[in-house]
C-alpha cells in the first residue's frame, strides 16, 4: 500500500490537497520535505556546502530515519552513536530542545523527532505564507481553500482563523495517521504470510500423509497379489500330485 493511498482514506487527507493548492499558488515558494540540508554538514566543520553545481555523490537521505542516521554518521566522532552537544555545533536552546530526555545526548529517534518537527514546521510556513492573501498571519475559511468541515477540523480554538500552531498541529495529526495505517498494513501483511506458510505447511502434510497411504495401499495389494500367485502354484501341484 502507497503512502500516497494510505493518506486518502485519513481523517486529514483534505491537508494535501491544502498542500498542493498552496505549491500550485506561487513559484516562489516550495515545500521542503526534508526539513535540513544534509549535504551542508561535514564530518569535520559545521560549513555549508559551496555555491554551484551540487558534488557527484549519494543520493540525499529518503527520510528522517535515513537523515539522522547520515548526520550522526558525520558528527559522532568518538563512536557512540549518539551526538554530544559539542559534536552537534548546534545552539545550547536547540541542542535542549532536541534532547527530550535530558541526558546530554541526542539520540537517533530525538533527531528523528526533530527533523520531523523542523519538516512541518516548514511546511505549515509555506503554506501559510501561500494561502494568506490578506498579510495577516491566519488563515480564513474562504483563504484556506476547504470545505466547512475539513476547516472547523484544524481550527482547533473555533475562532474562524487557522494559525501556524493550529497548521502544524494538523500536519503531524496527518503524519501520524499515516504512520499508523502502514503500521497496520504492514502488520496485516505479516499475518497473511504467516497464514499463506502455515497453509501450506498443512497442503505439504497432508500431501505427504496421501502419499504415504498411497505407497501403503500399493504394498499391501502387491502383498496379496502374491499371496494368490502362491495359493494358486499350490493348488496346482497339488491337482498335478493327484492326477
Known sequence: ?????????????????????????????????????????????????????????????????????KLIGALDTNGDSVLSAAESKLSSSLFKTLDTNSDGNLSSDELVTGIDNERTSKMASDVLKSLDTNGDSVLSSAESGLSSTEFNTLDTNGDGT???????????????????????????????????????????SLQSLIQALAQNQASSAYSNQNSLTQLLQLSSQKLTTTA
Open 162 to 204: 487557522v494559525t501556524l500552531d493550529e497548521l502544524q498541529a494538523g500536519l503531524k495529526a496527518r503524519d501520524a495517521e499515516r504512520s499508523s495505517a502502514m503500521t497496520k498494513s504492514k502488520t496485516s501483511t505479516t499475518a497473511q504470510e504467516t497464514t499463506l506458510a502455515a497453509s501450506t505447511s498443512t497442503y505439504d
Open 1 to 69: 500500500m502507497s503512502v500516497s493511498s494510505i493518506g486518502s482514506t485519513s481523517a486529514y487527507s483534505f491537508i494535501d490537497r491544502m498542500v498542493m493548492n498552496a505549491m500550485k499558488g506561487t513559484s516562489k515558494t516550495k515545500s521542503n520535505e526534508d526539513g535540513f540540508d544534509i549535504s551542508s554538514v561535514s564530518s569535520t566543520s559545521g560549513a555549508q556546502r559551496p555555491a554551484g553545481p551540487p558534488p557527484q555523490g549519494p543520493p540525499p537521505p529518503r527520510n528522517s530515519s535515513e537523515m539522522a542516521s
